[in-house]
């Protein structure tokens, strides 16, 4: 049983032009850790899609026409409101997605992180003066918002992945509408409970709520009225995504999917990359983009990193998200589980070899025990696939330049995480990877601060960072003449 301290966080329905809109049919939303139904929301369809598309249109002239100060400090009570009900938040979140509680609550802050920052950063959003070519003409160049935005976001990060892109979008003078992963909508629709509170007018924040993602994501991705739209999920539904956009030439970016590499050198801090693959790899029961995927331990330190990585492992505690202590929750499927099983059934055939884990858990059929794999080969399935779950396979290599090459050998370019002491590998290394982030002796590095996103098959577009809000701004060349 939970308890919100504010059951009225607890919304329902889509929220369009600054109301609580009802639809027809519903849809359940199941706590993956017991199969309980958490709530029955509105399935909101194409027509409230497009509802929300006039709303955020109509709304635009305004929110663009606020001064950037206004709309910061709009923004700083939509913050402040999400902090100050962060316990309840998180538990919404473990409620609809599974993850330990103590783990929601670090989403909540750091989805509210974004809001912070853009809220400041909008002010920032300076244009320039470029020396003209003859002396009668002066260039200016100045910077307006897009227009309507529309995101679609996936369920691991219910929270954050909408608080990053409508952070970034309003801040820019842009409105918004989010349709959210049909498993998770009660942490967007709580975000727009508190949009609400904090004054931000209607029309700017829409959420819509529904089932169909084809329909829905038809409309986001076609509607003239629409000049961008932002995706966060798996790379084969962001190709299918692009394509759609390409019928009204949107503005687009794209956050999908990953294969990071993590490589642990001779002359590394090896419990230091310890508790680095720790967190980069089990963190959401091994659910994030930026997850490690391909652990590469070079020959010296094998035996000693692997030794004590699995001892580390064995202690991590798994169980519903709610209950104290848990490290490790359930998975947001079946399915996800029946999949990373496959990924290890395929790789222990081909000869991979199990060090800890392996099976479905006791807890029941939504938990998958944090797993490592020995004798991994970089063109094994596990190596191969993004795995989505808490499996670790441990690749060894010998030299730099072997595994440099292994670490770039996939299509996806999101994180990679290395760890070495040598501060000429450092550079080297950095600069060698395909990667949009690295983290150097670090397996945590996304912030409000810093660009995250990735290159190849991983995207385009940052989010955070003073990157973060040209994505949502168009560049306007004047060009002054007869002076
Ligand atoms: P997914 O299947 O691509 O789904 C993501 C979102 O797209 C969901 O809201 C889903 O709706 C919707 N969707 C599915 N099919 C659609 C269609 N034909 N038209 C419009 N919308 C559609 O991804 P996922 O498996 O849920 O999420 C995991 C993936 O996201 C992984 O690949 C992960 O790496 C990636 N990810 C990337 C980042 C990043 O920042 N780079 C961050 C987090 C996750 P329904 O929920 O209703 O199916």
């Not at 098959?457 to 949502?472: F, I, M």
Request: net charge negative; aromatic share 8%; charged share 20%.
């Amino acid at each position: 049983m939970y308890k919100l301290n504010d059951p009225t966080l607890l919304r329902c329905h889509s929220y369009i032009n600054g109301s609580w809109h009802a639809s027809e049919k519903l849809l359940k939303v199941t706590n993956p850790a017991t199969g309980e139904v958490v709530a029955e929301v509105s399935d909101a369809s194409i027509q409230e899609t497009n509802l929300a598309v006039k709303a955020a249109k109509s709304a635009l002239k305004m929110w663009a026409a606020t001064p950037a100060g206004q709309r910061a400090g709009l923004m700083r009570k939509w913050f402040d409101l999400m902090m100050a009900h962060q316990d309840d938040l998180a538990t919404l979140l473990t409620l609809e997605q599974g993850k330990p509680l103590a783990e929601a609550k670090g989403e909540i802050a750091y989805g509210a992180a974004y809001i912070e920052w853009f809220a400041e950063e909008g002010k920032r959003a300076y244009g320039d003066t470029i020396p003209a070519l003859t002396s009668d003409k002066r260039i200016v160049v100045i910077k307006q918002p897009v227009g309507v935005v529309a995101s679609i976001t996936p369920w691991n990060f219910p929270n954050a992945m909408i608080a990053r892109k409508a952070a970034a979008a309003l801040a820019a003078g842009c409105t918004f509408i989010g349709r959210p992963a049909s498993q998770t909508p009660l942490s967007a629709l709580a975000m727009a409970e508190l949009a609400e509170r904090a004054g931000i007018p209607a029309g700017v924040f829409n959420i819509v709520v529904g089932n169909d993602a084809q329909g829905i994501g038809k409309v986001l991705t076609q509607h003239p009225d629409i000049a961008k739209f932002t995706f966060t999920g798996s790379t084969g539904i962001g190709k299918k995504l692009i394509a759609q956009c390409a019928t009204t030439v949107k503005k687009v970016s794209m956050e999908l999917g990953g294969n990071a590499p993590f490589i642990v050198f001779d002359d590394a801090d090896v419990d230091a990359a310890i508790q680095g693959a720790l967190v980069s790899k089990y963190r959401n029961a091994g659910q994030t983009c930026v997850c490690t995927n391909r652990i590469f331990v070079q020959s010296g330190v094998l035996d000693e990193f692997t030794e004590k990585f699995s001892q580390a492992v064995q202690q991590l505690q798994i169980g519903n998200g709610l209950s104290d202590g848990v490290a490790i929750g359930p998975m947001i499927s079946e399915k996800a589980v029946a999949d990373v099983e496959q990924l290890v059934k395929d790789s222990v055939a081909q000869g991979a070899k199990i060090a800890v884990g392996g099976q479905v858990d006791n807890n029941g059929s939504h938990f998958y025990q944090p797993t490592i794999l020995t004798n991994v080969s970089n063109e094994m399935p596990i190596a191969k696939n993004e795995i989505f779950g808490p499996v670790s396979p441990i690749i060894a290599f010998e030299n730099e330049e072997d595994v440099i090459s292994m670490a770039n050998d996939t299509e996806y370019g999101l994180a990679a995480y290395f760890y070495s002491r040598d501060i000429g590998r450092v550079w080297r290394v950095s600069e060698a990877l395909d990667f949009g982030m690295v983290g150097v002796n670090e397996g945590i590095i996304s912030n409000a601060a810093a660009p995250f996103g990735g290159v190849k098959q991983s995207g385009n577009g940052r989010e955070g960072s003073k990157y973060g809000l040209d994505d949502y701004m168009e560049i306007k060349y004047l060009c002054m003449g007869g002076i």
